[in-house]
């Protein structure tokens, strides 16, 4: 069957963004049609008068709704789109102009009912969107599970840049109503269905990110949040790498301890990992000052994330409470 792609992309409230990415897939370097389907969930700033601009350079469909976040906006793309393969991206990307092209020659070369791929600092980010994006892709903060076919467990698509064919989507019932975490969940779903998921290497996006660190502070934290959620409903996904940030954080107030009894060996360990990390940073990022901003992005992510596991790994994993009702703000109704 030939493949027919619709790009998804729900919106809420960030106009500016959609201008943004529209453009970028004006640019694209390929003859390869396609669909774009914005989903305005139930925006107070719609962009009516963005996709009204790109209507003859771009073939759009603009689907307005009531607001039930991004898992079930996506649904309602899926659901509209005229496609038979589905691209699923955040309206806070960038694209590359070849990456439709990457695509389609990995799926013909190897053909995946679902993919994922990496994401990116592109040059005109901020210097915290590139601090942050260190420190959620690096091999030495995450060993690189976001976007690295190599990683530390088996690759889970993420819905920043994740693709789907419409048999998949009909199979599944696409995403749940749990946000973060949708994506990890209908990925491990994809799987215990039957089909076929993967990593293209050279399908990435521009990713911006938060742009305050309490704006990724409060993601981090949610991240940890839903992990043990998603363990308990799939218990093959389990891994002793998600323990790392809480055994990291556990680790360095023992460390601290440690230090006033006048043992420091434990505390000049973390003082070598900071220190190398720092290094990598500003060689990575070509920046002494975002080399400087990614420690403390890492910190952060650390401490934001492990807390948050041990928290839910608490109430979800021991305790055997309801997820939805202990944590009620993870849920759309």
């Known amino acids: ?46 962009c009516k008068a963005i996709v009204a601009r790109y209507k003859e350079q771009l073939n759009i469909n603009y689907q307005f709704k009531e607001n039930s976040g991004p898992g079930p906006s996506r649904n309602y793309g899926m659901s509209k789109a005229s496609g038979n393969y589905f691209i699923i991206l955040d309206s806070d990307v960038i694209m590359p102009p070849d990456y439709l092209s990457v695509v389609d020659a990995a799926l013909n070369e ?70 973060p975490g949708e994506d990890p969940d209908l990925s491990w779903r994809i799987k215990k269905a039957g089909f076929k998921t993967g990593f293209i290497a050279g399908a990435a996006v521009y990713h911006k990110r938060r742009i305050s660190w309490a704006k990724f502070k409060q993601q981090v934290t949610k991240f940890g949040l839903v992990r043990p959620i998603l363990n308990s409903w ?6 002793i790498t998600f ?59 650390f401490y934001s994330y492990g807390t948050a596991f041990l928290i839910s790994t608490w109430q979800i994993g021991l305790l055997k409470k309801d997820p939805q009702a202990v944590f009620p703000q993870l849920f759309f109704k």
């Open 110 to 179: 190897n053909y995946l009912d679902c993919f994922g791929g990496a994401d990116a600092a592109h040059d005109s980010f901020t210097d915290l969107q590139k601090a942050i994006n260190y420190s959620m892709t690096s091999l030495l903060t995450t060993g690189g599970i976001r976007g690295n076919k190599k990683a530390v467990q088996q690759f889970e698509p993420r819905s920043f840049n994740m693709g789907i064919s419409k048999e998949t989507f009909i199979a599944t019932q696409g995403f749940g109503k749990i946000h």
């Open 234 to 239: 799939h218990p093959e996904s389990k891994k």
């Open 1 to 46: 069957m030939k493949r027919e792609y619709s790009f998804i992309i729900p919106v809420y409230n960030r106009p500016e963004e959609v201008d943004e990415l529209l453009g970028s897939m004006v640019a694209f370097e390929s003859d390869i049609p396609f669909e774009v389907c914005i989903i305005e969930d139930g925006s107070t700033q719609d």
């Open 243 to 301: 323990w790392f940030p809480s055994l990291f954080i556990v680790g360095l107030l023992g460390s601290l301890v440690l230090a006033l009894l006048w043992m420091w060996w434990f505390l000049a360990l973390y003082g070598f990992y900071f220190s190398l990390l720092l290094i990598h940073a500003i060689i990575t990022t070509g920046s002494l000052k975002i080399g400087f901003m990614a420690l403390w992005a890492a910190f952060l992510q």
